[in-house]
């Protein structure tokens, strides 16, 4: 499949410091949900900044559909840019506010407010059309941001953190719907969040970045189930990072278990917390060496042999589940 | 007790207020319908000055006068004090850049309005170093004699002194917009004028209204810029007021304040069902 | 007379005043001959015009009489208004005497006791008479004289003749006429008329100050032959609509550059080359011609304009105060003081004490229009006018000779003050 989005080698300096976003080169497909996710500082926001248009490209090229963009200004490239906090304009009511692309591109104002007043029906908020975005709640912002995002019908949508700012309740409900909108609608989106648990739900391609680098880039379930470096295996969670005589191993904690199967790898210690989550129990190690490693265990097992802090413990493995790392990274 | 305490906690304000303004105001209003003779006010009611004010020719003339004034120099400071701000909002980037720049705004504040005033004559004067400069240019061949004691000189002080007041509330508004509204519009497909047109202009309203408040305010009020300006040619209401007092005709100056009041609150009420500046506040 | 006085202009009169005050403090006889201890904690305070409100007389009171003399000074309308309205802020008033008809029927003053003015009988006549000599005639318009004298402590009009009660102690008076700047106005100008030349359209002013400008407005009008006034200081009505009618006609044919108001003005109108010709005060004409500008103070066939003020009591003053008020109005009279005035080119009221304490030259250069045998020096030791230059009008007996109306306060003043807005809003 064609990409719809290709980043060729593309840098970002800020003044003389080191580049905030360093050579990468990705490419999305078509129609697809891509999550860019890293800790605070790690190029995400810098790298869809420049593919909206916002930010100049200090090396490299962008290219949407094959076209190269990298100069051209953000209206003129077919992408729509949801921001952080949505940047509604507070002068205007939800109805204009959605309106605002095609007034610009001079729609006449009766066709222009009857195809916001659709867009705003797809993000379901026909109710509020005259409200003023002081008059809506965080969620119903977030939705009118998303329709004045959409009413140019862009061939790429970016996001900008777009669930940062809502309660975790209302997180979920939001992350189904964009979902939802993306599948229906058929287009990229591209989100950018700190938060892998966001990402393993929405995307089809996660891209894991660290100062400036792609560390991983791939389906999340690939992430998940061989993560590329001890980095993207601690940033992703439910790993433990191990140094063992073989080497560097990632050993999903679900799959460690408190008595070590036969012929598997062990990690022998005291035990030094542990934590009752409902379904499972977790049970942290700590081994001489000063490694820690980490067990989630079914609530069924756990209890049939509880153990205690500070009781001496061995957690261990299926040999296949070590999933091995590069030494250096 | 604690009925009473809020109450209490306003009074020394409303204290001062009623004291220093509304006691003053109502005597106006009083002493406006005072008689008088040349040399003693006569208590008295009568509406003689308030008739010598609306029957007189003169004094039509004169606040129409007035309110060109007030009206030409909105304008110009309007327009010159909205690119300023803009200017030091969005074009300067650097903070220190902006405080150097902010600084240098308020110059026409460093000497005495007199002297400032004075310091046109050999500026603008027919004599003065721009007729100088132009003819020694050979762009005219006489020197321009409007440029000095003319409306034109009056609204040139004007600008000169309440520039300023524009910029200030407008260039507050503007540094209060998010930058990301700018970028939101950008992404939307506006270019420069209709962001300025759709965007900034609408979140600036506060700052334009406050802004023009001041300037209508001072302008419609004032009575030395216009004097010395025109050198004594045209009138302001103002003017006309401060002559009456000159010559001791309180009453009559009283029943010009009355009316030059009430007209300024209505200019400032028409202003505010335009702009609501309680976001500024 | 309106003037505001300035740093400046009040540096270069200080030290004119500490020069004449070397010169004239020896021939002191005779005062003060109050010696009454408590008099050195006497304060009096004293609300003028910047024509003699001035610090070196304030710190030769100090010195002659012992007690503080606290100078007030502010402009022509505002001492009036003052001293009708806030007559308990200060003790004196130095006045003028067209505003004293407005404010002595307010009750503000009290009248002066001549028979406590040692020099009263050797006051120029112009105040006591109302004649300069016999022969000459009484000038039109609010008149010294006319406005001098009350018959009683509690008389609101004015006695119209010499009583034992003057409203005003008489104290500097001067001939006004237009100024010229000779090197731009390339003729002769002679007379009141030559202020309308087409010739001089916008470079001609006048001053905005209603009372005095429609004066000299007067004195153009009958020079032109416009019209003649029954008494140019006391207009009917119809006389104000004329005149004002022919000043609007020359301000719409764009005559005038500007109006001025304060003494700082016209200086600059005149010495920027703004204007040629126009209404000016004396000191002004000398203020332009020290920045090295020529400017003539320009007798007309016509005659002068003239102006008076005095000091009046106001009517709180008592006891010890009200003695010291009256030391201090025969000091005045004394000849320090008229010497220290003459020679700033007004006129004192005892002329023979003042000669007194003048230099034979100077006495000769300003009061008997005689060439300067010597230069004569500002107090910063410039030279003011070089040695053969002669004063412009000449001799004392000359200029105020030629007095032929006074500033004036009107019957009709209400109404000529309308007219005069409608004048500067046209």
Request: with cysteine; proline share 5%.
């Given at each position: 499949?064609?990409p719809?989005v290709?980043?060729?080698?593309?840098?970002k300096r800020?003044?003389?410091g080191?580049?905030?976003?360093?050579g990468i080169?990705?490419?999305?497909p078509a129609?697809?949900?891509?999550c860019?996710l890293?800790p605070?500082?790690?190029?995400?926001?810098?790298?869809?900044?420049?593919?909206a248009?916002?930010e100049t490209?200090?090396?490299?090229d962008i290219?949407l559909s094959?076209?190269?963009?990298t100069?051209?200004?953000?209206?003129?490239r077919?992408?729509a840019?949801?921001?952080?906090?949505?940047a509604?304009?507070?002068?205007l009511?939800?109805?204009?506010n959605?309106?605002f692309?095609l007034r610009?591109?001079?729609v006449g104002?009766?066709?222009r407010?009857a195809?916001a007043?659709?867009?705003?029906?797809l993000?379901?908020?026909g109710?509020m059309?005259d409200r003023?975005?002081?008059q809506l709640?965080?969620?119903?912002?977030q939705?009118?941001?998303?329709?004045?995002?959409l009413?140019?019908?862009?061939?790429v949508l970016?996001?900008?953190?777009p669930?940062s700012a809502?309660?975790p309740f209302?997180r979920t409900?939001?992350?189904?719907e964009l979902k939802r909108?993306?599948?229906e609608?058929?287009?990229?989106?591209?989100?950018?969040?700190h938060?892998?648990?966001?990402?393993?739900?929405?995307?089809?391609?996660?891209?894991?970045?660290d100062q400036?680098?792609?560390?991983?880039?791939?389906?999340?379930?690939?992430i998940f189930?061989?993560p590329?470096s001890?980095?993207?295996?601690?940033?992703?969670g439910?790993?433990?990072v191990?140094e063992?005589?073989?080497g560097?191993?990632?050993v999903?904690t679900d799959?460690?278990?408190?008595?070590?199967?036969?012929?598997g790898?062990?990690?022998?210690?005291?035990?030094?917390?542990?934590?009752?989550q409902?379904?499972?129990?977790?049970?942290?190690?700590?081994?001489p060496?000063?490694?820690?490693?980490?067990?989630l265990?079914?609530d069924?097992l756990?209890?049939?042999?509880?153990?205690?802090?500070?009781e001496?413990?061995?957690l261990?493995w299926?040999?296949?589940?070590?999933h091995?790392l590069?030494?250096?990274? | 007790?604690?009925?009473?305490?809020?109450?209490?906690q306003a009074?020394p304000l409303?204290?001062?207020?009623?004291?220093?303004l509304l006691?003053?105001?109502?005597?106006?209003?009083?002493?406006?319908?005072?008689?008088?003779d040349?040399f003693?006010?006569?208590?008295?009611?009568?509406?003689?000055?308030?008739?010598e004010?609306f029957?007189s020719?003169?004094?039509?003339?004169?606040?129409?006068?007035?309110v060109?004034?007030?009206?030409?120099?909105w304008?110009v400071t309007l327009?010159?004090?909205?690119?300023?701000?803009?200017?030091?909002?969005?074009?300067?980037?650097?903070a220190t850049?902006?405080?150097?720049?902010?600084?240098?705004?308020?110059?026409p504040?460093?000497?005495?309005?007199?002297?400032r005033m004075?310091?046109w004559v050999?500026f603008?004067?027919?004599?003065?170093?721009?007729?100088?400069?132009?003819?020694?240019?050979g762009?005219?061949e006489?020197p321009?004699?409007?440029?000095?004691?003319?409306d034109?000189?009056?609204?040139l002080a004007?600008?000169?002194?309440y520039?300023?007041f524009?910029?200030?509330?407008i260039?507050?508004t503007?540094m209060?917009?998010?930058?990301?509204?700018?970028?939101a519009?950008r992404?939307?497909g506006?270019?420069?004028?209709?962001?300025?047109?759709c965007?900034i202009?609408p979140l600036c309203?506060?700052?334009?209204?406050?802004?023009s408040?001041?300037?209508?305010?001072?302008v419609m009020?004032?009575?030395a810029t216009?004097?010395?300006?025109?050198?004594g040619q045209?009138a302001?209401v103002?003017l006309?007021?401060?002559?009456?007092i000159?010559?001791?005709q309180?009453?009559?100056?009283?029943?010009?304040a009355v009316?030059?009041?009430?007209?300024?609150?209505?200019?400032?009420a028409?202003m505010?069902r335009?702009?609501?500046?309680?976001k500024?506040? | 007379?309106?003037?505001?006085?300035?740093p400046a202009a009040l540096?270069?009169?200080?030290?004119?005043?500490l020069?004449?005050?070397?010169?004239?403090?020896?021939?002191i006889?005779g005062?003060?001959?109050?010696w009454?201890?408590n008099?050195r904690?006497?304060?009096?305070?004293q609300?003028?015009t910047?024509?003699s409100g001035l610090n070196?007389?304030?710190?030769?009171?100090?010195?002659d009489l012992?007690f503080?003399l606290q100078?007030?000074?502010?402009?022509?309308?505002a001492v009036?208004?003052r001293?009708?309205?806030?007559?308990?802020?200060?003790d004196i008033?130095?006045?003028?005497?067209?505003?004293?008809k407005?404010v002595y029927p307010t009750?503000?003053?009290?009248?002066?006791?001549?028979s406590r003015?040692?020099?009263?009988?050797k006051?120029?006549?112009i105040?006591?008479?109302?004649?300069?000599?016999?022969?000459?005639?009484a000038?039109?318009?609010?008149?010294?004289f006319?406005v001098?004298?009350v018959e009683?402590?509690?008389?609101?009009?004015?006695?119209?003749?010499r009583?034992?009660?003057?409203?005003?102690?008489?104290?500097?008076y001067?001939a006004?006429t237009?100024?010229?700047?000779p090197?731009?106005?390339?003729?002769?100008i002679?007379?009141?008329?030559d202020?309308l030349?087409?010739?001089f359209?916008?470079?001609?002013?006048?001053?905005?100050?209603?009372?005095?400008g429609?004066?000299?407005?007067?004195?153009v009008?009958?020079s032109a032959?416009?019209?003649?006034y029954?008494d140019k200081?006391?207009?009917?009505?119809?006389?104000i609509?004329k005149?004002?009618?022919f000043?609007i006609?020359a301000k719409?044919?764009?005559?005038?550059?500007a109006f001025?108001?304060?003494?700082?003005?016209?200086?600059?109108?005149?010495?920027?080359?703004?204007?040629?010709i126009q209404?000016?005060?004396?000191?002004a004409?000398t203020?332009?011609r020290?920045?090295?500008?020529?400017?003539v103070?320009?007798?007309?066939?016509?005659?002068?304009r003239?102006w008076?003020?005095g000091?009046?009591l106001m009517?709180?003053?008592?006891g010890?105060e009200l003695d010291?008020?009256?030391e201090?109005?025969n000091?005045?009279?004394?000849?320090w003081?008229g010497?220290?005035?003459?020679?700033?080119?007004?006129?004192?009221?005892?002329?023979e004490t003042?000669k007194?304490?003048m230099?034979?030259?100077?006495?000769?250069?300003?009061?008997?229009?005689?060439?300067a045998t010597?230069?004569?020096?500002?107090?910063?030791?410039k030279?003011?006018e070089k040695?053969?230059?002669?004063r412009d009008?000449?001799s004392?007996?000359?200029?105020?000779?030629?007095v032929?109306?006074w500033?004036s306060?009107?019957?009709?003043?209400?109404y000529?003050i309308q007219?005069w807005n409608?004048?500067?809003?046209?």
């Amino acid at each position: 499949m064609r990409p719809d989005v290709e980043l060729i080698g593309v840098t970002k300096r800020y003044g003389h410091g080191p580049a905030a976003v360093d050579g990468i080169s990705l490419a999305i497909p078509a129609g697809s949900y891509c999550c860019l996710l890293g800790p605070s500082g790690c190029g995400k926001t810098s790298t869809l900044r420049m593919i909206a248009g916002h930010e100049t490209v200090s090396e490299g090229d962008i290219l949407l559909s094959g076209r190269n963009v990298t100069l051209l200004p953000p209206a003129a490239r077919g992408t729509a840019m949801m921001f952080q906090s949505y940047a509604l304009f507070p002068h205007l009511t939800a109805l204009e506010n959605i309106a605002f692309g095609l007034r610009m591109r001079g729609v006449g104002k009766a066709e222009r407010l009857a195809r916001a007043a659709e867009f705003l029906r797809l993000v379901q908020l026909g109710a509020m059309a005259d409200r003023l975005p002081a008059q809506l709640s965080g969620g119903q912002q977030q939705r009118v941001a998303l329709a004045r995002a959409l009413i140019t019908r862009p061939k790429v949508l970016l996001l900008d953190e777009p669930l940062s700012a809502l309660d975790p309740f209302l997180r979920t409900q939001m992350r189904e719907e964009l979902k939802r909108l993306q599948r229906e609608l058929g287009i990229t989106f591209i989100h950018v969040t700190h938060g892998q648990e966001e990402a393993m739900a929405l995307s089809d391609m996660a891209v894991v970045m660290d100062q400036g680098r792609i560390a991983q880039a791939a389906p999340p379930r690939e992430i998940f189930e061989k993560p590329a470096s001890a980095f993207v295996a601690r940033f992703i969670g439910g790993h433990n990072v191990l140094e063992l005589p073989g080497g560097r191993f990632a050993v999903r904690t679900d799959r460690t278990r408190l008595a070590p199967p036969p012929g598997g790898a062990s990690l022998a210690g005291q035990v030094a917390a542990v934590e009752y989550q409902g379904a499972a129990v977790r049970v942290v190690v700590r081994a001489p060496d000063g490694q820690t490693a980490e067990a989630l265990l079914p609530d069924g097992l756990f209890h049939a042999a509880p153990v205690a802090p500070g009781e001496a413990a061995t957690l261990g493995w299926d040999a296949q589940d070590a999933h091995p790392l590069s030494p250096n990274a | 007790m604690s009925r009473w305490f809020p109450w209490l906690q306003a009074a020394p304000l409303a204290l001062v207020l009623a004291c220093f303004l509304l006691v003053p105001i109502g005597l106006i209003v009083v002493v406006s319908f005072y008689d008088y003779d040349s040399f003693s006010l006569i208590p008295d009611f009568v509406l003689t000055n308030y008739r010598e004010v609306f029957a007189s020719p003169v004094t039509w003339q004169t606040y129409l006068k007035t309110v060109w004034f007030a009206g030409l120099t909105w304008l110009v400071t309007l327009a010159l004090g909205f690119w300023l701000a803009y200017y030091l909002a969005f074009v300067v980037q650097d903070a220190t850049w902006r405080m150097v720049l902010f600084v240098l705004c308020t110059v026409p504040f460093w000497t005495s309005n007199l002297i400032r005033m004075i310091a046109w004559v050999p500026f603008l004067g027919r004599n003065g170093i721009l007729n100088n400069a132009l003819v020694g240019a050979g762009v005219i061949e006489q020197p321009l004699e409007f440029l000095l004691f003319s409306d034109f000189a009056v609204i040139l002080a004007f600008v000169h002194l309440y520039t300023l007041f524009m910029v200030v509330p407008i260039f507050n508004t503007m540094m209060r917009i998010d930058r990301r509204l700018l970028e939101a519009a950008r992404d939307a497909g506006a270019g420069f004028w209709q962001t300025l047109w759709c965007v900034i202009l609408p979140l600036c309203k506060p700052g334009i209204g406050i802004g023009s408040i001041f300037v209508v305010v001072l302008v419609m009020g004032d009575f030395a810029t216009v004097r010395l300006m025109s050198g004594g040619q045209s009138a302001s209401v103002g003017l006309m007021i401060s002559n009456q007092i000159g010559l001791m005709q309180y009453p009559a100056a009283a029943a010009n304040a009355v009316v030059l009041l009430a007209m300024v609150l209505l200019l400032v009420a028409a202003m505010l069902r335009v702009i609501d500046i309680r976001k500024e506040l | 007379m309106t003037e505001q006085t300035k740093p400046a202009a009040l540096t270069r009169r200080g030290a004119l005043a500490l020069a004449g005050a070397t010169m004239g403090s020896g021939a002191i006889t005779g005062f003060p001959t109050l010696w009454a201890q408590n008099i050195r904690n006497v304060t009096l305070r004293q609300i003028g015009t910047g024509v003699s409100g001035l610090n070196p007389i304030a710190e030769q009171v100090k010195k002659d009489l012992g007690f503080t003399l606290q100078l007030t000074v502010t402009d022509t309308d505002a001492v009036a208004q003052r001293a009708a309205t806030q007559a308990r802020s200060f003790d004196i008033a130095d006045i003028e005497y067209f505003s004293i008809k407005k404010v002595y029927p307010t009750g503000a003053l009290q009248p002066i006791d001549t028979s406590r003015i040692k020099l009263a009988d050797k006051i120029v006549p112009i105040f006591t008479t109302g004649r300069l000599t016999p022969d000459s005639a009484a000038g039109q318009g609010t008149s010294p004289f006319s406005v001098g004298f009350v018959e009683s402590r509690d008389a609101k009009a004015f006695a119209g003749k010499r009583t034992e009660l003057m409203t005003l102690m008489p104290t500097v008076y001067n001939a006004d006429t237009l100024g010229i700047r000779p090197d731009l106005v390339g003729r002769p100008i002679t007379h009141w008329k030559d202020l309308l030349d087409p010739a001089f359209k916008g470079r001609a002013s006048i001053l905005n100050i209603p009372g005095i400008g429609i004066m000299d407005a007067a004195m153009v009008a009958e020079s032109a032959g416009i019209l003649k006034y029954g008494d140019k200081g006391n207009m009917t009505r119809a006389e104000i609509d004329k005149t004002i009618a022919f000043l609007i006609e020359a301000k719409r044919a764009g005559q005038f550059r500007a109006f001025w108001k304060t003494f700082d003005e016209s200086v600059n109108l005149m010495a920027s080359g703004e204007v040629v010709i126009q209404s000016m005060w004396s000191p002004a004409v000398t203020a332009v011609r020290s920045r090295g500008i020529p400017c003539v103070y320009q007798p007309l066939a016509e005659g002068y304009r003239a102006w008076g003020s005095g000091l009046g009591l106001m009517r709180h003053l008592s006891g010890l105060e009200l003695d010291a008020a009256y030391e201090y109005m025969n000091w005045y009279l004394s000849g320090w003081c008229g010497a220290f005035l003459n020679r700033q080119g007004y006129y004192s009221a005892v002329l023979e004490t003042a000669k007194a304490n003048m230099s034979e030259n100077e006495w000769g250069y300003w009061m008997e229009g005689k060439p300067a045998t010597a230069d004569i020096l500002a107090p910063d030791g410039k030279v003011m006018e070089k040695a053969g230059a002669v004063r412009d009008g000449g001799s004392f007996q000359e200029r105020m000779g030629k007095v032929v109306c006074w500033n004036s306060v009107m019957n009709e003043d209400r109404y000529m003050i309308q007219k005069w807005n409608e004048f500067i809003a046209a």
